[in-house]
């Protein structure tokens, strides 16, 4: 199906981060937009209001008469509903045109310029500050992110005059591969999703793989150092970048008083005091790659620099709840080894003389499995660690593999706790932090704005 065919479009999963972004995009070019979620949210909530018809029941009487013409109507699912939903079988079973939504954002890469972002981690951040440099400037795109951008309140920018589309491509079952980008950046290239690939041969192969799909006059961005080796087509260019070194880098990189500034030195134009809205040293490698495909797009000097100094950020990555001189309290998504080393290292960099706390919900039972020396690791870089229980996700246990996998393999020195999710709050309340970090990507984050409440009464 073509995007101009498409009368009325229907999601079975409709209140996902990434489902609905799409929702918003087909929402905006004014076609019928429905679909099924299992639960409310603020989310599905938010999206009834601007328009889009949402039930909540599994019952295909539910679906709208608009959603029911093969001819007219693309029905998008996640992965995550069952084979057997009811919605789903019928829309099969009458041969209606049913994507994944990866398969969509494909589309939209056909009928747009795509500008993606891949990546282990970093993509979420790195994408949505493209967005707004892009979306601030006189070039403007519409995006796709990952996560909800502070700047917009939301995981969707329209525009409806650009022709730039701005995408995080994700790599989890390949779908990254569904994608047609104009440009991309590759920011890490971190064997994860062992459950699906296998082998980290058969990971960074799909990387090889996703970096042939970029079309000819376009370009590839890819941080130095990375395993995977590159496969582009004849007539895309490749830059590489990093914070300190490659085509695109940071120079004279000032860190003090809570601000971060520096020069962005680039083959088209090196662009002095670029000032970070959201000053997190790990951002200043996110920024370049930022700048990087933006200023390859079209972006003018003062619009980068403008673009840089208004990024507010992403909830749930380094997002900042409380920061005064005597307590500061922040949620950060990070649930891959490196990213927890990245985020380890960017605190440490900003609070060298404070004790750090980590509150650490692990993610998945198989990536404790593969990974829980290297969390370890990771999480001895701070002076305390409370561990609680791993969040399943799409998974049943694994024999002899939770969290005191981690809890043993912590360097001597680093005080430890193992906690229920529930008797984190009590916890806050009955002991004092400096600096404290909720780390991962599973529902601990649910208890932040109780632990904020907590630290707020305790601190004020």
């Not at 300190?244 to 860190?255: C, L, T, W």
């Not at 990974?371 to 409370?386: I, Q």
Request: one cysteine or more; glycine letters at 6%; hydrophobic letters at 40%.
């Amino acid at each position: 199906m073509e995007l101009n065919d498409i009368k009325a479009v229907y999601f079975i999963g409709a209140g996902g981060i990434g489902m609905s972004a799409i929702a918003r995009y087909f929402l905006h070019r004014g076609v019928v937009v429905a679909g099924y979620d299992k639960t409310p949210s603020a989310l599905t909530e938010q999206l009834e209001k601007e328009g889009m018809l949402i039930h909540y029941e599994e019952n295909v009487d539910e679906i709208p008469h608009a959603c029911r013409n093969r001819e007219s109507t693309l029905v998008v699912y996640t992965p995550a509903i069952p084979a057997e939903h009811k919605e789903l079988a019928l829309y099969r079973e009458k041969g209606f045109d049913v994507e994944k939504r990866a398969q969509v954002l494909g589309m939209l890469t056909r009928a747009h310029k795509g500008l993606c972002v891949a990546g282990t981690h970093g993509k979420t951040t790195t994408s949505t500050m493209c967005a707004h440099i892009m979306h601030q400037s006189h070039v403007d795109c519409n995006a796709f992110l990952g996560g909800i951008s502070k700047n917009y309140a939301s995981n969707y920018i329209l525009s409806k005059e650009s022709d730039f589309v701005v995408i995080e491509a994700d790599e989890f079952d390949r779908s990254f591969h569904w994608l047609r980008p104009w440009m991309s950046v590759i920011t890490s290239t971190d064997p994860d999703h062992l459950d699906i690939y296998g082998t980290k041969e058969a990971y960074l192969e799909s990387f090889t793989k996703y970096s042939s799909l970029i079309q000819p006059g376009g370009a590839l961005i890819i941080h130095t150092g990375l395993e995977m080796h590159p496969a582009v087509q004849d007539g895309v260019k490749t830059y590489t970048y990093s914070r300190d070194g490659g085509d695109f880098h940071a120079e004279n990189v000032v860190i003090e008083n809570g601000e971060i500034t520096f020069d962005f030195v680039s083959p088209v134009e090196t662009v002095p005091g670029i000032h970070l809205g959201q000053p997190v040293p790990i951002n200043i490698e996110n920024a370049v790659a930022a700048m990087a495909m933006a200023q390859l797009n079209g972006c003018t000097a003062e619009e980068l620099k403008y673009g840089m100094r208004t990024y507010r950020g992403v909830e749930r990555r380094f997002d900042f709840k409380i920061k005064t001189d005597r307590l500061v309290f922040l949620s950060d998504y990070a649930h891959h080894p490196k990213e927890i080393r990245q985020s380890a290292m960017s605190i440490r960099e900003l609070y060298k003389d404070k004790k750090i706390t980590a509150i650490f919900q692990p993610h998945l039972y198989s990536r404790t499995r593969d990974f829980y020396k290297d969390f370890a690791e990771s999480l001895s870089l701070l002076d305390e660690v409370l561990l609680c229980d791993i969040y399943p996700a799409r998974e049943e246990p694994i024999p002899g593999v939770t969290s005191r996998l981690i809890y043993d393999n912590l360097a001597p020195g680093v005080a430890k706790v193992m906690l229920h999710k529930e008797d984190v709050p009590e916890y806050v309340r009955e002991h004092d932090f400096e600096v404290l970090i909720v780390l991962g990507a599973g529902d601990l984050d649910n208890y932040v704005p109780q632990i904020e409440k907590i630290l707020l009464s305790k601190y004020e």
